[in-house]
T-cell receptor
Framework: EDKVVQSPLSLVVHEGDTVTLNCSYE??????LLWYKQEKKAPTFLFML????IEKKSGRLSSILDKKELFSILNITATQTGDSAVYLC??????????FGQGTRLTINP | DTEVTQTPKHLVMGMTNKKSLKCEQH?????MYWYKQKAKKPPELMFV???????INESVPSRFSPECPNSSLLNLHLHALQPEDSALYLC?????????????FGEGSRLTVL
């Protein structure tokens, strides 16, 4: 059965801390792995990863994919209260299907 | 324009009502999706349209009926729903099949079935 598993499911840290969110997957016909941030409504796109070992970076956020070990991590440095959200990992399976993990609920306390 | 627009934002309906959710995108995307999201759960795929043709139906009950009138529009017709169908319904679009690209999501229609 295809699955995407995220850990931890919930994380509470203080502003300024660095966090690492994990995503492991077992899916057939892997095309890409995507990270989304969801606050109250629509998931907003963060990164798409297709190749192993190449770090994608955007400001304080970065992500990397390991296609041999079938996982990805999302790092957030110098966290801010605005980073509080649910972070969703999703795997693009074939041409059209996107399979989501359960999400990690991140809370940043001031 | 990188927007996916969904209407209505909120909908309350009885179990005997017929209503529709609408989704529009003007990014030239040829794949459009309906997802259902229950509280504190990830989005679950319902339907995929590719080039205006239904390509994936994830065994969704027939009380949900999708329609893609043209490449920019996607509807979800609702009839005889159950209270457990209450959820956030997300529309998304992406470039044509064959790509590995990201999905762009609308803000969702929050549906309550009484």
């Amino acid at each position: 059965e295809d699955k995407v598993v995220q850990s931890p499911l919930s994380l509470v840290v203080h502003e300024g801390d660095t966090v690492t969110l994990n995503c492991s997957y077992e899916v057939t016909n892997f095309r890409s792995l995507l990270w989304y941030k969801q606050e109250k409504k629509a998931p907003t796109f963060l990164f798409m990863l297709t190749s192993s070992g190449i770090e994608k970076k955007s400001g304080r956020l970065s992500s990397i994919l390991d296609k041999k070990e079938l996982f990805s991590i999302l790092n957030i440095t110098a966290t801010q209260t605005g980073d509080s959200a649910v972070y969703l990992c999703a795997v693009r399976q074939g041409a059209q299907k996107l399979v989501f993990g359960q999400g990690t609920r991140l809370t940043i306390n001031p | 324009d990188t927007e996916v627009t969904q209407t209505p934002k909120h909908l309350v309906m009885g179990m005997t009502n017929k209503k529709s959710l609408k989704c529009e995108q003007h990014m030239g995307h040829r794949a459009m999706y309906w997802y259902k999201q229950k509280a504190k759960k990830p989005p679950e795929l319902m339907f995929v349209y590719s080039y205006e043709k239904l390509s994936i139906n994830e065994s969704v009950p027939s009380r949900f009926s999708p329609e893609c009138p043209n490449s920019s529009l996607l509807n979800l017709h609702l009839h005889a729903l159950q209270p457990e169908d209450s959820a956030l319904y997300l529309c998304a679009s992406s470039q044509a099949q064959g790509g590995a690209g990201e999905l762009f999501f609308g803000e969702g229609s929050r549906l309550t079935v009484l």
